[in-house]
């Protein structure tokens, strides 16, 4: 399991600040660290130029992260690796948006994360489309898909049932959730079911690092109830049957 830090996605810390949380965060071994949306500052790229010229890291990666609009920003960020952030969960002009992007991103030579923001709510509502966007953002390239539960309404066995079906096509997963009562069980579960990197904040604002906090779990009467999904099935046939989506 790998760690995917985004605590600088919403601080307002000093760059000179996100330089040394940076440090502190591959210090603790934190596989990816995410600076934020190249653009959202009043210099827009400061922050990453200065990260390249000064930071010598020996774990972690730095990702800048945005949507597929956001594309050259994210490129101009020449960061290792990209995290394209999807919002919604399987229109029809999402899929061509993640998969151009990606596309541009991996032929810029950039590891490609894609964050599925409302992934679980849009699986209750339509696994196919949801499952869509999981394939498209892997055939396109991405190296990882993170299923991210953005509304946090299921229990954390609920979130590991639908991770462990979406596993089976041979995806790589990650699952990220908000900060709340139940993110380190759903973390968890996630894990226990296939989720190979796991999102969250593990670095304070005013720097140092939060003590880990041991979950609480509660459990769940009912899970989610099994919902047909013929491109799933289709998928893992093929998975099967040649190694993969890829």
Same mark, same amino acid.
Request: proline share 6%; with cysteine.
């Given at each position: ?58 774990? +972690? ?6 949507? *597929?609009? &956001?594309?050259? %920003?994210? /490129?101009?960020?020449?960061?290792? !690796? =990209? ?98 009562? +139940? ?6 579960? *996630?894990? &226990?079911?296939? %989720?190979? /990197?796991?999102?969250?904040?593990? !670095? =304070? ?42």
């Amino acid at each position: 399991m790998e760690l995917y830090d985004i605590s600088l996605r919403r601080t307002g810390l000093s760059i000179s600040d996100r330089l040394v949380a940076v440090r502190r965060l591959d210090a603790l071994g934190v596989a990816f660290v995410d600076g934020g949306r190249p653009g959202r500052w009043p210099r827009p790229g400061t922050f990453y130029r200065r990260a390249a010229s000064e930071l010598s890291l020996r774990a +972690a990666t730095l990702i800048a992260s945005g949507g *597929a609009e &956001d594309l050259a %920003a994210l /490129l101009a960020a020449e960061t290792p !690796a =990209v995290a394209v952030v999807v919002q919604g969960h399987g229109l029809p002009d999402t899929f061509t948006g993640v998969r151009e992007a990606v596309r541009q991103l991996v032929r810029a030579e950039r590891r490609v994360i894609v964050e599925a923001r409302d992934f679980f709510d849009g699986w209750l509502a339509d696994p196919e489309h949801a499952l869509e966007v999981v394939l498209t953002a892997a055939e396109a390239g991405a190296e990882t898909v993170l299923l991210h539960d953005t509304a946090g309404s299921l229990w954390p066995d609920q979130i590991g049932e639908i991770v462990e079906v979406v596993a089976e096509t041979g995806v790589p997963l990650g699952f990220g959730c908000h900060d709340a009562g +139940a993110s380190a069980a759903k973390q968890l579960f *996630a894990v &226990d079911a296939g %989720a190979g /990197l796991v999102q969250g904040s593990y !670095a =304070v604002v005013q720097g140092g690092l939060d003590r880990a906090v041991p979950p609480s779990v509660h459990p769940a009467e009912t899970g989610v109830a099994p919902v047909p999904c013929p491109r799933l099935e289709q998928t893992v046939s093929a998975q099967k049957a040649n190694g993969g989506v890829r």
